[in-house]
Every structure is written in C-alpha cells, then in structure tokens.
C-alpha cells in the first residue's frame, strides 16, 4: 500500500509540514528509514537519532519539530498515529475464506461463508463462528464455543468447550482458553478434584499472546473484559476478572478469584497471589510481586536489581539477619514497637 | 443429575439438618445460589454471606451450623464433600468410544475399544492405550507410548515416545510431557548436546495443567508420583522425582536433579535450583526463591510485597549498601563476626 | 551401537587406561553403571561415587585417575567428551524420509525427498525446507517460511510466516517462532496495535526447549544467533538479539529490544527489561532481575533464599522501612547522602 504525505495527514488527522505530494510506501524506525518511509518520534530516547534520519516524514509532536531535518506529521499523540499509519500501509495478507478440506468440522456447527477454517483445525458440536472470523491451522474450537465477528485464531490455539469470545480479538498460537482451573480439596493425604463447572468470558478486541493460559471458573466464569492485552506466556486462573484496556506483559501469572481494575498495566513477570482486588489504574513494574490488595492508582514495584554477585550474597546475609540486627540496636533505645 | 439432600447426606455420609426430601440439581456459591443449589463453605472469609444465601442447602462444619439459615450438611472437611457432590451433580458429558476418521493410528499401536481418539490426533507405532483412554483433538501420542486406564488428555497435548502414564491422569491441553532436558557440555564457546536417554513415569491421578512441560531425563527417568498435581505452565525438569500427592501452582519451576518429598505445597511461581533435596511436607509460598535443601517440614517463604514504587526504590537502594552500612557500624563496635 | 573401549578413545582423542578390547554398548551414570557402560565423572559432588562403581570405564580429568577402580578415558572436558560418546552408543533412530498422507502441503512449497513431514503437520505456500529437515506431527510450518538442513521440530511446533531457521536446529514441542510482538499504543483509554511486521532470524544449531515462544520484531528482525541453547518456557520478545552461544534456561524471559551477548549464561526464571545491552559472558544466577545494562563480563545475583516463613515475615517487615531507619540514624550523624 502507498500514499501522499498529505493523504496520510488527512486520514489521520495530523498536521502536515513539508510537500503533500511526496510518496510513502512504509514505516520504518528512525535510524533504518530510507526516502519511502514514514518513521516516528515517540519516545524520547531515539530524539538523538532525529537529525540524521533518512525518512521521508516523520510523525511527532510539535516540540521536536524544529529538530526535524524532513517533512513531519505533527500529533499531540506520534504513537498512535503511527500504529495506524502501519496497519494502513502494511495490511495484512487478505484471507480467502472457506473450510480447508482437512479440517474437521461438527455437522451442527454455524461457519458462516466468510470465515475462513484452515487445514487441521477442528470445529467442534454446537460451536458458532462470527462472520470473518480466522481459525488458524490445527485450532481447536470446542463443543457450544462462540467466537464473535472478526476474531482471529492463529495456528494450535485451543478454545475449550462453553467458552465464549467476543469481536475483532487476537489469539497467538498455543493460546489455551477454558481449561480447568487448579482446584482440589485435601482429603487425608491425596487431593479430590473440584469440578471446574463456569466458562470462560471474553470481551471484544482482546489480544492474547502466544503459549498464554486463561483458566474456566470454578462456579461462575472467567472474565477478561474489552480491550485487554495479555501478552505470551501469561496464566490468567480461574475466576480471574481482568478490567477493560488493562495489559498484561509477558510471564506474569493471576491467581485464582483476583480481581483487577481497568487501565492497570503489570510489567513482565508480575505475579498476584489469589483473592485479591486491585483497583483502576493501578501500575505494577517489572517482576513486582504483588501480595496485598490495591485501592489506590498508582505505581507499585517489588524487583531488586541483579547486582554484581559477591555483594549480593553479602547483601543478601545481613538482610537474613535484618529484624534480630535491627531489633538489638533499637530495643538498646528503648524503641522496639514492631511485630 | 439431581438428587434428594437426605440422598446427598447418605453417600457423601454428612449429617443432615434438615428436610431429606429437599431436591438439588446443582452446585453454586453462597451469594449465587438459588433454592434448587447447594452451596458449602470451607474458606472462613466468605462466613459473612452465610446469613444471606438463598441455597436449598449448604456443606458446612458443626461450628457454623447456628449461623445457616437453610438446611445443612455437616462435615468435618466440607471442600472435600463439596467436590464429591459437584462431581455427582454435574457429571463430565459421556464420551462415545471410538477412532475419528481424520486421526492417525500406527498399525501396531493398542488402542482398545472403549478408548476415543478425536480428530486429528496421532497415535504413534507401539503406543498402547488402556481402557477408557480419551486423546482429544490434536494430541500427539508418541512411539511406544503406555497410557494407563480412563487416563485423559485434552486437545494438543504431546507425550514424547516412550513416556510411562499412569491411570485416571488428566492432562490440559498444550502440555509436553518427554521433550529432551535441558543438557550441553561446553566445548570452548560453543555447546555439545548431551543426548537425553532417559524417561518420563508418571503415576496415577496425576493432573497437570495447560502448558506446562515435564522433561524427560537424561539417563534414567524424570518422575511424577501417584496424586500429583501441576497448574499450568508449570516447568519440571530432566531427573527431576516429585513425590506423591504434592501440589505446584502456576509458573513454578523445578530445575533438573532436584528431588520432591510427598505432600508438599508450591504456591505459584516458586522456583527451585537443581540438585536440591526437599523433604515431605514443605510448603513454599507464592514466589519464593528455593536455592538450598529443605531437611525439615513447614512453610518457606520469600518475596517481598510490591510497595509504592518511590518508597520500594529507596529501599531497595539502601539494600544495595546493607553490607557495607552494617559492616561499618559494627566494625566500630568491635562486633564483626561476618563472612 | 557397541563399540570397543579402544574405538573410543580414538575416535573422541583421550588417552586410554585400560584394556582397549573392553566392549562398551551404553553409557549410564557412576551409581546405576553396569560393566558394559562407560561413565563420567564431570562434577565433582559425585567423586564419592567413583570407588564403588561398576561402570566398564569412567571418562574422566587426569586427576581422578588414581581413585578410577576401573578402566579410564582420560580428557581435559570429561563432559564433553561424554556427550558425544553418548550420542555415539546411542543414535535417534534414524527417519524415514517421506510426506505423510495426513500432512496438507501447499502446491509450491519446497519439500526435498530427504525431508520427512510427520501426521497432520502443514506445510504453507512459499515454505522451502532444506535437505534431511524433520516435520513433526502436527507441526505448522507458515507461508515463506525457510528452514535449514537437517532441523527437527518435534511436533506441534508453530513457525509463523517469513520467519528464517539455520541449520541443525532443534525445536521441542509447543515452540512458537514469529508470533506478533507485543506492542500497543495507547489512545485515550483503549489501545492501538501496532503492526508487527518484522520477522525472526534463528542461527544454525540453534535449540528452543517446549512451548517456549520467539516474537517476531516490530519493524526490524528479532534475531537469535548460532549456538543458541533456550530451555522450557523462554520468552524472547520483539527486537531482541541473543548472541551466539548464549544458554538461557527455562522460564526465563528476555523483554523487547534488549541485546544480549555472546556466551551469556542465564540461570532459571531470570528475567530483564527491555532495552537493555547486556555484553558478552555475562552471567546471571538463578531467578535474579535484570534492570540496568551490564558492561563488564562476571556474574550477576539477584535472588533471596527462601527463609523460614515467620523469620522471612519479619526482615521482609524491617525492609519495607529500611529507608527511613537508616536515614534517622544517618542524619543524626549528619551523614545523609542519599537520593
């Protein structure tokens, strides 16, 4: 796909400095950029690369402007002007649609002309697809599953039986949504299973990362709300309600019956314990450990950095001595009030 | 399936309070429940919606019996019976026996009558599936692969050739059971693979969870005793013995040679070394670090609350100079006794 | 495979003790070893073991010769030296090259008659395998995909489409290669996707343990170089480079644009940011933080052991105010500098 700089601020509703004629025919980073390219200034640590770029335009806001050495699309937000301007020149491959010959479809499934089941997939009884919706090669698509308009399933995404998922959402390969959630009751030594009776919620325009696990409810359902990203890796357990808009990075894990707000964001390897409720807006940097409810918005991390490994072993053996330390020089001053 | 209370009191062998004739047709939790449920409570932090539920009846200890405003069922371990009674009210849907056409079968391998092998799934030459057996959509089972009775596993999963599995085994969907462990002998700046000759046995009633990988060993057997229960993407590497009835939640890790008593409790994302040695009965909570042998049972512990990211930074930064601070202090007190 | 103690030590060049007519058919460990095997001793915890074996030879360093019962091959890299003894005595059985019938191969992809594409795997248009590549069952292999000769994927591997895989790989169960990264560009509440359309570059005798997953890069190419050995459940995300021979083990996961090093080596569940550059020979113990970029080679720590929980309770208290008790103490010294 290629447009006109001044199309491309048109469409996007950006400001325009320099020739609207000129052609662009992809996006490209700051430093790779050739004449052809639109490129972008969102985050502030590449404002170094700006003099020297080779792109055509690039899209960023007014205050580095006059460091710009070519056209620009000015926007109070380059960021999102760019991920659009991406999906407009760089569309993805259009599917035909159509049943491959080798999928496995249930006699009583609904697969509407416009969707496309490629080979391997299979299609379960009762199971209902939206119009253009995408099942990738060797999906699973259980018994009674709906999947809403436009959804797209990569290859070997498992969607268990019951399960309901809404429009437009994303799911990488290895996605398992509905599978039992990790309950058991203790019975002298061995466990009995808890059978794993709710399903599984999804809103619309959710995304889900590749391998990503999203665990059925225990009684009631699982619910992942409107425009939540989850990112590869990620363990979302059961009864788990994750708010609309709020992003998950890759490795972190929610336990069971924990509910989180909308617009919260958690860092790579973010963990939750169970039971807990985290409220709007919440942010959880990276490989925070988070043990506590949380009913303020704001910023919350738990990480220590990894430090060079002698001292931090020495480190690491006061701090195993920290409370009995503290304790004698304080309880010296008559101040111990802890515990 | 439904049933009388005074039925349910009789098999699940509970006292009953009330009207044995009162008819249940389902589980459901005590704020949910409407009169034709059952509900039970086990955790004392839902007691407070005791007074209020609406269910016919609920699962309860004698010490909460005065505070239940409908019929009950004493117990001394009320989760226990509340499993057994969903299990009996909402019994898995039956499963046809048989082969899907679109499956494929290795000549030689044993796959009884009363086994279902869904479509698309590949059962490989020597594999030897016992009664009852159910491979979902999908699955891979390996070369010379045994499969103990009414063992089941979901769609996708893989069993490397020669794997052992006991019986009445459920295995969620994407796990990988019998990949190579994770072996190379360094030969100047590069790697040579160590061949991994080893197996996989896995006892009976065995669950394990969407996405998790057990390794196969690298001469004799990585092995899964009779009980056991692994979450979701779950790591259990080569060598590695995990001793019955021990239960690991989600993104936990347990590194090769490793060795797990029975019974013991992993919280989510606790992560061990290799070439440990834990006893029976160790309970770790949620995202220790476990870098030494556990000889005694109890509870470990060991990550730190996320906190309010400006405090958690100075603290962190003084951590990094614990040693140091304290060295200096207790030096002038004549008192260094470290390291 | 059996060859004689005297073929050994020839072929893999160590000096010979013992009766080279000694017929060798298996390896085996020191403990479990019966007299047709050959052993090792690499590790030195296992020395107590090397009296008592009843191995038919050790392979061994020079300086344990003199505690060897038995027969010795004696090596300056005893483990190496080992694992390719073992891959010599016991070759994977060899394949019979071939396309399954179950298999759905696009019309123009490049399938050489050395190759051998397993049960329901799917081959996609533009695909070009290289001479002797193994499909395994279920395995998806995208449009324009290329993988060199002799790479195995075991089965249910996924390889989105235009990635690029070297030779002699070896990828397990449930790996995903060039699923979208994860990049979002917040618009208001709700989030725009920023297209993906970078690919992965994968080296030569590259190995990625099960479901571990390789994103595809945002504009420019993730790249994982030669030698690259990635355990279980690895996340790489987009634009990440990993230098040639860098082991990383399992759970770990590399955050998006951070450049790692060559002959790096990171323990289990270590995890770092993005946008990092970590140098060559960095290594990082188990379960530590990456945060900052690493300029000098040495080994980087980061994890607590898990403490006995009521002790662990309370130093994990004295952190939480670790700050503001040292300040006191500092400022009344007048020794306060921090932050």
Redesign the interface.
């Known amino acids: 796909m290629s447009a006109t700089l001044g199309e491309l601020a048109e469409r996007f509703d950006c400001e325009l400095r320099g020739d609207p004629a000129l052609p662009i025919n992809c996006?490209?980073?700051l430093s790779?950029a050739s004449p052809g390219a639109v490129s972008f200034l969102?985050n502030p640590?590449y404002r170094s690369q700006l003099p020297d770029t080779n792109a055509g335009a690039v899209i960023l806001e007014e205050c580095f402007e006059a460091e710009c050495p070519v056209a620009a699309l000015v926007s109070t937000?380059p960021?999102?002007v760019?991920?659009?301007v991406?999906?407009f020149l760089?569309p993805l491959p259009t599917v035909e649609p159509g049943i491959?010959s080798?999928a496995?479809v249930a006699s009583d499934a609904v697969v509407p002309d416009s969707a496309r089941v490629?080979?391997?997939a299979?299609i379960?009884p009762g199971a209902c697809l939206g119009e253009g919706v995408f099942i990738?090669?060797?999906s699973?698509v259980?018994a009674n599953v709906t999947v809403g308009e436009r959804t797209q399933l990569?290859?070997?995404v498992?969607l268990?039986r019951g399960v309901e998922i809404g429009k437009r959402c994303?799911f990488?390969?290895?996605v398992?949504v509905g599978?039992?959630g990790?309950?058991?009751?203790?019975?002298e030594?061995?466990?009995?299973?808890?059978?794993q009776?709710g399903g599984v919620v999804i809103g619309d325009?959710v995304?889900i990362?590749?391998?990503s696990?999203v665990?059925r409810g225990t009684?009631?359902n699982t619910v992942i709300e409107d425009?939540v990203?989850l990112?590869?890796?990620v363990?979302i357990?059961h009864n788990v309600r994750v708010g609309?808009?709020t992003?998950i990075?890759?490795?972190c894990?929610i336990?069971g019956s924990t509910t989180i707000g909308?617009?919260c964001m958690f860092?790579?390897?973010?963990?939750a314990?169970g039971?807990l409720s985290i409220c709007d807006d919440a942010v959880?940097?990276?490989?925070?450990?988070?043990?506590?409810s949380v009913t303020e918005s704001?910023?919350?991390?738990?990480?220590?950095?990894?430090?060079?490994?002698k001292?931090?072993?020495?480190?690491?053996?006061?701090?195993?001595?920290?409370?009995d330390?503290?304790r004698g020089r304080r309880e010296a001053d008559d101040a111990d009030t802890?515990?």
Not at 284 to 292: A, G
Not at 311 to 323: D, E
Request: net charge neutral; with cysteine; glycine share 12%.
């Open positions: 996006v490209a980073t790779s969102a640590a937000n960021y999102a760019y991920a659009r991406a999906q760089h491959d080798s496995s490629c080979s391997q299979v379960g990738g090669e060797g699973v259980g990569a290859p070997r498992v268990m994303i990488h390969s290895g398992v599978g039992d990790f309950g058991f009751a203790r019975d030594e061995s466990w009995v299973k808890v059978p009776l325009d995304e990362g590749a391998n696990t665990d009684v009631e425009g990203k990112d590869n890796l363990q357990a609309a808009h992003v990075a890759a490795l894990g336990s909308k617009r860092g790579g390897a973010v963990v314990v039971h959880f940097t990276f490989h925070s450990t988070v043990l506590q704001g910023t919350y991390s738990g990480a220590f950095p990894a430090d060079e490994a001292r931090w072993r020495r480190n690491a053996a006061r701090f195993k001595r920290l409370h330390s503290t802890d515990d």
